[in-house]
């Protein structure tokens, strides 16, 4: 019973790290009433407080080590942390949860493509076949399915935001892969945290000033606040990394691709979201896409790694 329960548990907790994930977008969804930089200084305000009693002893005993890797720390600090959440929110202003999450599925390919231009890696001629698969799903949900749109401009000002967001996670996926191990993991995330709560700070006081500071001590923003710090700041990350450490990264990283299905679900059922053809059609082409670009890829690196051992043996 044990040896089954170990082998299904990873799936378990990625089960939840995409639940929790699709919560982001839906309570991101849910607050658009207050601004996007609001919204993420908060959320980061909260997981700092979660943060301080189990990150800062880490963050103490090796700040030799984050000011000697201060320049990786933080562009990951500013893309992965401060900017992403702020423009996922600041598009959530504009466009539907649904298409926030379909778009956000890209964000693989557009890593294994700054990966190709920026560390020279080389892409397979499959691999650049879903590039171009899961591109023209992305694009075919931001126009509705309608080719006229292209020519029109007349595009959803948050499919256009959300650029930003998947710009920003790509460059910030980059630098952990290449920088990451030079950290603690409690103490990286609390360092992280903290340094975008104080580079958020200043404009969530422009914020406040021209549009007025927002009452914030309703039930519902707490409890949407809380979630937010909590489960997918924290909770999510740590049920990921633990994922990754018993299937490896390639597994871990395709289940995230069930972010839309989950999305598009609460979507329907607590936001009052109708979910289109056009959107399920783009979903599967993007998620086709990236399965054929990111496993290809994993596939001829285990191949060489395989064909390395044998000619040593």
Same mark, same amino acid.
């Given at each position: /019973? ?8 990873? @799936? ?8 929790? @994930? ?64 702020? *423009? ?5 202003? !504009?466009?539907?949860?649904? =298409? ?83 950290? #603690? ?15 958020? *700070? &200043? *404009? ?6 021209? @549009?007025?500071? &927002? ?11 809380? !979630? ?12 990921? =990394? ?14 995230? =691709? *069930?972010? #839309? ?16 053809? /056009? ?35």
């Amino acid at each position: /019973m044990q040896g089954r329960l170990g082998v299904v548990y990873p @799936y378990i907790l990625l089960i939840f790290v995409v639940l929790f @994930y699709a919560g982001n977008i839906l309570i991101g969804k849910a607050l658009n009433d207050l601004l996007p930089f609001t919204i993420a200084f908060l959320r980061l305000f909260v997981a700092l407080i979660f943060l301080f009693p189990i990150g800062i002893r880490s963050a103490r005993e090796h700040r030799a080590t984050f000011w000697n890797h201060r320049r990786p720390l933080l562009i990951m600090t500013l893309t992965g942390v401060a900017f992403f959440n702020t *423009f996922i929110y600041g598009a959530l202003q !504009y466009t539907s949860a649904t =298409n926030v999450s379909v778009l956000e599925t890209v964000i693989p390919v557009l890593t294994v493509i700054l990966s190709a231009f920026l560390l020279k890696e080389r892409l397979l001629p499959l691999q650049w076949i879903g590039v171009i698969i899961s591109f023209t799903g992305a694009l075919w949900v931001v126009i509705d399915g309608r080719f006229g749109n292209l020519v029109s401009l007349n595009w959803n000002i948050g499919d256009i935001i959300m650029i930003g967001a998947i710009l920003s996670w790509s460059v910030y996926s980059i630098v952990v892969k290449q920088s990451i191990h030079l950290f #603690p993991p409690l103490g990286a995330l609390f360092m992280m945290t903290s340094i975008a709560t104080l580079v958020l *700070f &200043p *404009f969530v006081v422009i914020e406040w000033w021209v @549009y007025g500071v &927002p009452y914030l001590w309703k039930v519902d923003y707490i409890l949407g606040f809380l !979630y937010l710090g909590i489960f997918p700041s924290l909770i999510a990350l740590i049920f990921y =990394n633990n994922a990754v450490e018993q299937l490896g990264a390639s597994k871990a990283s395709v289940f995230l =691709n *069930f972010l #839309p299905v989950f999305t598009m679900g609460g979507a329907y059922l607590w936001l009052g979201e109708k979910i289109t053809l /056009m959107q399920v059609t783009g979903a599967l082409l993007v998620i086709s896409g990236v399965v054929l670009t990111t496993q290809i890829g994993k596939k001829r690196k285990n191949h060489r790694g395989v064909k390395s051992k044998v000619n040593e043996a």
